[in-house]
């Protein structure tokens, strides 16, 4: 099994490094980079024993098929996973297309 995150979700969880530090959930610009690659390895090592669930039509604009998995990091916070599932050379590839959490995206959900 491999887990492949595309470049533009990767773009966004650095964009959320920015974010997090910028508007105070962290002190220090490390612990915000720290989270975002705590998150990204959580990602990577445990999506493919996760539940997953189909992606509402909302999140097609991501690719057709597509699944989403939970991980959540706090009391508050939940991420969410869209990704779609694909078999290469006898390996299952996850490849996550979309990465969102519970603030911006569960009116989808």
């Given at each position: 099994m491999n887990v492949i995150i595309s470049p533009k979700a990767l773009e966004?969880?650095?964009n959320v490094v920015f974010?997090?530090?910028?508007k105070q959930y962290f002190?220090?610009?490390?612990?915000?980079?720290?989270y975002v690659e705590d998150l990204?390895?959580?990602i990577k090592k445990?999506?493919?024993?996760?539940?997953?669930k189909p992606a509402p039509p909302y999140f097609d604009k991501y690719g057709q098929g597509m699944y989403y998995a939970?991980?959540?990091?706090s009391k508050r916070t939940s991420w969410y996973a869209f990704f779609r599932i694909y078999e290469k050379n006898g390996e299952l590839i996850?490849?996550?297309r979309y990465?969102?959490?519970?603030?911006?995206?569960a009116q989808y959900l």
């Open positions: 966004y969880l650095d974010i997090l530090f910028e002190s220090y610009l490390e612990s915000s980079i720290r990204i390895d959580d445990t999506l493919p024993m996760r539940v997953r939970v991980f959540k990091k996850y490849q996550i990465i969102g959490n519970n603030h911006t995206i």
